[in-house]
T-cell receptor
Framework: SQKIEQNSEALNIQEGKTATLTCNYT??????LQWYRQDPGRGPVFLLLIRENEKEKRKERLKVTFDTTLKQSLFHITASQPADSATYLC??????????WGLGTSLAVNP | GAGVSQSPRYKVAKRGQDVALRCDPI?????LFWYQQALGQGPEFLTYFQNEAQLDKSGLPSDRFFAERPEGSVSTLKIQRTQQEDSAVYLC??????????????FGSGTRLTVV
């Protein structure tokens, strides 16, 4: 069955460092992959989308890579800030409109 | 409106009670999705609308769940005879185009349903 795995443990890093979150998937060939941020009691907020034919995408302090051979996406936040503390979710989509979601990784950036 | 609005924010229902959850998508957004999110889990797809047409309802867990979007804007998710396993956050999302492609979804804050 299709499976998505994100960092199972919460990630704690020091302010100013780069946070790297991992999303691995099996038994799936996504057309694109999305990353979202979710704060407690709120819905997910869209951050970045990367297509299967793209290797890397950037937006301000965010960078996403997508390796369809390894079946893995990495999500980087550079110069991290305490305000970046949240749960980050990856979601994959095929040619239909459903997204399949990971469980999320909790990130805490300590001042 | 400026964002996706869901109401109520919280709902406590007695087991067996019917509930109706409302979603006001961003004006002009063609696509509307309902997701269910259990505590500590990622969202799980329930159903999808393109305008007023329900194109995919494969994620609805049972025939107690019903969704509609009669005029292609506001949508209602109805759960009949609620059970404890229905307790979750119900998220609504909308997107401008039928292919949410580059734009991702815009989510509401969700309705937290607790069945007691």
């Amino acid at each position: 069955s299709q499976k998505i795995e994100q960092n199972s443990e919460a990630l704690n890093i020091q302010e100013g460092k780069t946070a790297t979150l991992t999303c691995n998937y099996t038994n799936y060939s996504p057309a694109y992959l999305q990353w979202y941020r979710q704060d407690p009691g709120r819905g997910p907020v869209f951050l970045l989308l990367i297509r299967e034919n793209e290797k890397e995408k950037r937006k301000e302090r965010l960078k996403v890579t997508f390796d369809t051979t390894l079946k893995q996406s990495l999500f980087h936040i550079t110069a991290s800030q305490p305000a970046d503390s949240a749960t980050y979710l990856c979601a994959l989509a095929g040619n239909n409109r459903k997204l399949i979601w990971g469980l999320g990784t909790s990130l805490a950036v300590n001042p | 409106g400026a964002g996706v609005s869901q109401s109520p924010r919280y709902k406590v229902a007695k087991r067996g009670q019917d509930v109706a959850l409302r979603c006001d998508p961003i004006s002009g957004h063609v696509s509307l999705f309902w997701y269910q999110q259990a505590l500590g889990q990622g969202p799980e797809f329930l159903t999808y609308f393109q305008n007023e047409a329900q194109l995919d309802k494969s994620g609805l867990p049972s025939d107690r769940f019903f969704a509609e979007r009669p005029e292609g804007s506001v949508s209602t998710l109805k759960i009949q005879r609620t059970q404890q396993e229905d307790s979750a956050v119900y998220l609504c999302a909308s997107s401008l185009l039928w292919d949410q492609g580059n734009y991702g979804y815009t989510f509401g804050s969700g309705t937290r349903l607790t069945v007691v």
